[in-house]
Every structure is written in structure tokens, then in C-alpha cells.
């Protein structure tokens, strides 16, 4: 059974600081994974997407890798500013599924002016 | 492009009663697909439908059902609601199963009292 794992659960920084959030899945056999962001009580916004054949993507300040042998993935913000305030999520798709996405419990940024 | 939509925002029901919840999947995409999340927790897959079809389904019990209509919106029906029902019910819409990115709308807000 697949599982998803992100550490930290919450992280507090000051506003400028370059952090790195992550996140780590048990099955390698994924399809894809994606990063979300979740204000308090809202939906999920779709950061970035990473196709199992490939190693990173990036926007903007966002920056993610993937690294399917050891089940791993990073999401990096440079950066980061008080708007970046809010909860990380990852998430897999498994390979030879119907593409449901698995989630982890998301680490709880806040970052502070 | 209109994003996913869901109605309503908000709603508090009473065990024992039912509830549909309604999304509008974003332009050009036939595969929804629904969620739960439960507070402090990641989203639960509860069920997917591809082209008006059920094409997969979570660890949810039948009591929780679904529809998708020609024009890829979608229902998500729940009878004899529990207390545990509680929780945030968010939509998620793709282009095709498994491959592309998904796209959530702002959920639903379910009060079970």
C-alpha cells in the first residue's frame, strides 16, 4: 500500500529564507507527482507536476525534484515571502492505477514579515 | 477557460439525512474525480469517473455515490450522514485518468451535526 510521508509537519520562518519542504513515498512504481498549496479552508492550487521519467521542474521561485529509486521528492521556495503562508501537500499517482491521487498530511508553512 | 467549480460553499445537515454535492469540471476535461479531507489530514480519494463511467473507488462505503453527466459534470451523493462525515469535499478534474495534471475546485464545506 502506498503511502506518502511529508516532514515537516509545520515549519516557522523568517520572510527572505530559502527553504526546502519534503516529501517521501513508499511504492517507486509512480506514475506522476504533484505539489499542491492549500489556504486555510479553500481548495487545492496546483504548484508543479512531475512525470515519473523526469528528475525536476520549476516555477518561478518553486523549484521540485523527484527521486523515484529512493522515493523521494523536494519542493524548494526561494525566497520566501509572508503570501507563501499556507499548507504544502504532495501527492502520487501509482502506475497501473485509475490515477487517484495519494496525499500526504502536508507540512504547514508560515513564514514571518 | 472557466476553472472547477463546486456548489454549495457551505451546508450543515443533520445525521441521518442526505446530501448532494454538486462541480463543474474545467473546459475540455472528462475525468472527475472526489475527495475528502477531514481536518489536519490530506485528501481521501473517494471515487472517480471517466466519461460518465465509475473508473475507480476508495476505501468508502456505498453509501457514498456518484454521477457524471454528458457534460462531465459530476454529483457526489451521501446517504444516512454520520458525524464523521464532516469534512471538506473537494472535486478534482483532468483531461484523461492518470496522465495530466488535475485541477481542484474550492470544495465543500460539510457539517454534520
Known amino acids: 500500500k502506498q503511502e506518502v510521508t511529508q516532514i515537516p509537519a509545520a515549519l516557522s520562518v523568517p520572510e527572505g529564507e530559502n527553504l526546502v519542504l519534503n516529501c517521501s513515498f513508499t511504492?517507486?512504481?509512480?506514475?506522476?507527482l504533484q505539489w499542491f498549496r492549500q489556504d486555510p479552508g479553500k481548495g487545492l492550487t496546483s504548484l508543479l507536476l512531475?512525470?515519473?521519467?523526469?528528475r525536476e521542474q520549476t516555477s518561478g521561485r518553486l523549484n521540485a525534484s523527484l527521486d523515484k529509486s529512493s522515493g523521494r521528492s523536494t519542493l524548494y521556495i526561494a525566497a520566501s515571502q509572508p503570501g507563501d503562508s499556507a499548507t504544502y501537500l504532495c501527492?502520487?499517482?501509482?502506475?497501473?492505477?485509475?490515477?487517484?491521487?495519494?496525499f500526504g498530511k502536508g507540512t504547514k508553512l508560515s513564514v514571518k514579515p | 477557460e472557466t476553472g472547477v467549480t463546486q456548489s454549495p460553499t457551505h451546508l450543515i445537515k443533520t445525521r441521518g439525512q442526505q446530501v448532494t454535492l454538486r462541480c463543474s469540471s474545467q473546459?475540455?476535461?472528462?475525468?472527475v474525480s472526489w475527495y475528502q479531507q477531514a481536518l489536519g489530514q490530506g485528501p481521501q480519494f473517494i471515487f472517480q469517473?471517466?466519461?460518465?463511467?465509475?473508473?475507480g473507488r476508495g476505501n468508502f462505503p456505498p453509501r457514498f455515490s456518484g454521477l457524471q453527466f454528458p457534460n462531465y459534470s459530476s454529483e457526489l451523493n451521501v446517504n444516512a450522514l454520520e458525524l464523521d462525515d464532516s469534512a471538506l469535499y473537494l472535486c478534482?478534474?483532468?483531461?484523461?485518468?492518470?496522465?495530466?495534471?488535475?485541477?481542484f475546485g474550492p470544495g465543500t464545506r460539510l457539517t454534520v451535526t
Open positions: 478534482a478534474s483532468s483531461f484523461e485518468r492518470s496522465s495530466y495534471e488535475q485541477y
Open positions: 511504492d517507486s512504481a509512480i506514475y506522476n
Open positions: 473546459s475540455g476535461h472528462n475525468t
Open positions: 469517473y471517466y466519461r460518465e463511467e465509475e473508473n
Open positions: 501527492a502520487v499517482v501509482l502506475g497501473g492505477s485509475q490515477g487517484n491521487l495519494i
Open positions: 512531475i512525470q515519473s521519467s523526469q
